[in-house]
């Protein structure tokens, strides 16, 4: 860079006036080359030549990104070439299709008398591109179910829906593209937009889509009704008498507890019916551990509206005598 500064400045007016006009007799050639090239014909170019494809678009829908574009082989004038590869003031090609939902694509060989006429002063020499695929629906209206999406923690701890979900209306009428409604199976899962739900749920739940069709769906509802009831699990223990079974007489337990504490979950529905059962810790010397001479505690009676039941102890040694 250096050097080139102190050539220039080593360069008298005359020498540097006398490149200038050099340099602009060589734009001036280069220029009438150019022109004079481009008034030519019989020039051949591979152009990628705008389409449109033209369907009723109320009846139908595309799934997937139409193809604007094909590749084609003209021969012609410099200029118009030039214009068509540099897609200056270029109108699409428009491919009309009548049912696009019963084919997925067409053959470029069946367009070609149309295009070339189209390309006029061009002359279309071939199909460079063979096939135009499309990915079009036919649109239609189908009822899909509502359920409520339970991925996440809909309930608070120790909750349980104490009846059924009540959704109303329990069908919604979703309007889009046979494809896109296939993939939902039927079904549109709600969020009910609460968590740990505690109490009685009575509220209008807007509805959506999911984000990925929301682009072809469209929901003729705009809200449901739900409603459902629930109900706590109390924890409670209670002290259990023991009751051996079936014991031989050299049979006992290695430590024997005063009594057994049992653990539980119970409906709180069900609180007022607990008094009217009398518990028992039962030890049936037939179902020990032979392995191991263990055994395992059990409760009857056992209600079914106690859960999650444990014991303490909840396994027992045995000890047996010599006869």
């Known amino acids: 860079m250096a050097k080139l500064k102190k050539l220039l400045t080593n360069l008298n007016p005359q020498k540097i006036a006398n490149m200038k006009v050099a340099a602009l ?12 090239a481009l008034n030519k014909d019989n020039y051949n170019t591979v152009v990628d030549y705008p389409i449109e494809i033209v369907f009723d678009d109320t009846e139908f829908m595309p799934v997937e990104e139409l193809p604007s ?30 049912n696009p939902s019963t084919k997925n694509y067409i053959l ?18 071939s199909m460079v591109t063979d096939t135009i695929k499309f990915n079009i629906d036919k649109i ?13 923690t809909t309930l608070a701890q120790n909750f349980r829906l104490g009846s059924s979900i009540n959704i109303d209306p329990p ?13 939902l199976e039927g079904v549109l899962k709600v969020n009910l937009g609460e968590d740990k739900i ?11 889509l999911p984000s990925a069709y929301t682009d072809f769906l469209t929901l003729e509802d705009e809200s449901v009704q739900v409603k459902f009831e629930v109900f706590q699990m109390l ?28 653990s539980y979950f119970i409906d709180e529905r069900k609180v007022a019916e607990l008094s009217e059962y009398e518990f028992e810790a039962i030890l049936n ?23 999650k039941i444990k014991f303490e102890p909840e396994v027992l040694k045995l000890k047996y005598d010599k006869p």
């Open 198 to 208: 505690n109490k009685e749920f009575n509220k209008l739940i807007p509805l959506t």
């Open 235 to 262: 924890e409670g223990n209670k002290r259990l008498k023991i009751k051996m079974l079936n014991f031989p007489k050299n049979v006992s337990l290695a430590q024997e507890p005063a009594n057994i504490i049992m």
């Open 69 to 98: 574009r094909i590749k084609i082989e003209i021969n012609g004038n410099g200029w118009d070439l030039l214009r068509k590869y540099f897609k200056i003031n270029e109108s699409p090609f428009l491919i009309e299709i009548n």
């Open 25 to 36: 007799c060589f734009l001036a050639a280069a220029t009438f080359w150019v022109l004079n």
């Open 285 to 307: 010397y037939n179902n020990r551990d032979r392995e191991d001479s263990t055994i395992f505690v059990e409760v009857k009676p056992k209600p079914v509206f106690l859960e």
């Open 140 to 152: 239609v209206t189908r009822k899909v179910k509502i359920e409520i999406d339970t991925t996440s």
């Open 171 to 183: 069908f919604v009428d979703i309007k889009g593209p046979t494809s896109v409604l296939q993939e």
């Open 108 to 125: 470029t060989s069946e367009l070609r008398r149309t295009l070339a006429e189209n390309l006029t002063p061009s002359v279309l020499v």
